[in-house]
Each structure stands twice: as C-alpha cells, then as structure tokens.
C-alpha cells in the first residue's frame, strides 16, 4: 500500500515535468501546421528507432567496439581460405583416385563409386562450386591416373562421362538438399504417413 501511494504522488510530479518538456518542444516547432506535423512525425520515427536500438544494447556495443579490419587482412584471409579449400578437395580426389585404382584393380569397377563418393563429400563441406569443379577434376584424374593405361590421357569411354554426369549432378543436388532437409524431411514423411494412415483406416 505504501508503494502504490508513493507512486501516486510520483506521478502528478512526473506529468508536470512531462508537460514542461512538450511545451519547451512546441516552442521550438515551426510556425507553419504542416511542418509542425512533420516534425512531430519524424521525432516519433526516431523515437521508434531509440527504443528499438536500445533493447539491442549488445549489438549497439558490438559496433561501437567492433574494429573493422584492414583490407589486406581481410584479402589474405579469404586468399588463405580458398588454398586450404582448394588443398582439402584435393586431398580427396587423390583418395578416391588410390581407391579407385584399387577397386579397379582388384574387381574390375569401382573408379566411378569412389568419386562420386568424393564429390559427395566435397559438396557437404565445401559447398555446389568446389563440388562441381572437384567433379571435372575426379573426370581427369581418373582418366589419367586410373583407367588404363594409367599416366596417359586417353579419348574418354562412355563409361566415364556417364560417371562425369553422375559426379556433376551429385555436386548440384547434395548441397541443395542439404540447405533444404527440414522441409524435404516434412515433405518426405508426410508423403508416406498418408498412404499408410489410409491403409490402417481399411485395416481397421
């Protein structure tokens, strides 16, 4: 009760500073109504924009601190960052072409599966473009390295551009399902407890 009295007595206080501040703020408005409005308009804008800046205090103090970096650090890094994208994919493509040649070796197939498996890979971890360019790299590689003849460049078989179009449409199609599972998740199983919610009604 004390409370709620003490903030009664507050509040006439507070409207009459309240009132004194909108006054001092309607004496500094322009003559003309229009205007006046405009500004009343423009000050409730920015109002808005105070209100809704200082829920995010840390976000403001994120760019108040925040030190943008140089642009030779940030070019460098990206630079840094594409040798050791470009040296991971590699390293795998020379996994698969080793697997491959043993596979081939070993059961007479198995060149194509092993990047495909690769390109898979790739394009979990690095994305549709390393993907794709991985896949003309596997093409090549394989070509030169592990059909026969190895070590020599040869006319491509059917064999292996079908393997090309496999890797290229694997490189095209796992990132994109990747970005999109929860939604071909909810697709996918909605698709399939419909057939079967009907098939228990029956049985039922």
């Not at 090549?140 to 890797?167: C, H, K, Q, R």
Request: hydrophobic share 55%; with cysteine; net charge positive.
């Amino acid at each position: 009760m004390e409370r709620v009295k003490v903030e009664m007595l507050r509040e006439p206080e507070q409207t009459d500073e309240l009132r004194r501040l909108a006054v001092q703020l309607a004496l500094q408005l322009p003559a003309s109504v229009a205007d006046a409005r405009r500004v009343l308009e423009l000050t409730s804008e920015c109002l808005d924009e105070f209100l809704i800046e200082r829920h995010s205090a840390r976000a403001r103090a994120r760019r108040l601190w925040r030190r943008p970096q140089p642009v030779e650090a940030v070019s460098a890094s990206a630079a840094l960052s594409r040798v050791a994208v470009l040296l991971c994919c590699v390293g795998i493509l020379a996994l698969a072409a080793g697997s491959g040649a043993v596979a081939l070796r070993l059961t007479g197939y198995g060149a194509i599966g092993a990047n495909l498996l690769a390109v898979t890979v790739i394009g979990l971890l690095f994305g549709r473009g390393a993907a794709v360019c991985s896949a003309l790299g596997a093409f090549v590689l394989t070509n030169w390295a592990v059909i026969p003849p190895a070590w020599d460049l040869d006319l491509p078989t059917t064999y292996e551009f079908i393997g090309l179009a496999m890797s290229i449409i694997a490189a095209i199609a796992v990132p994109w399902i990747q970005a999109q599972r929860e939604p071909l998740r909810a697709a996918s199983l909605r698709a399939v407890q419909r057939p079967l919610r009907l098939l228990l009604r029956r049985a039922a």
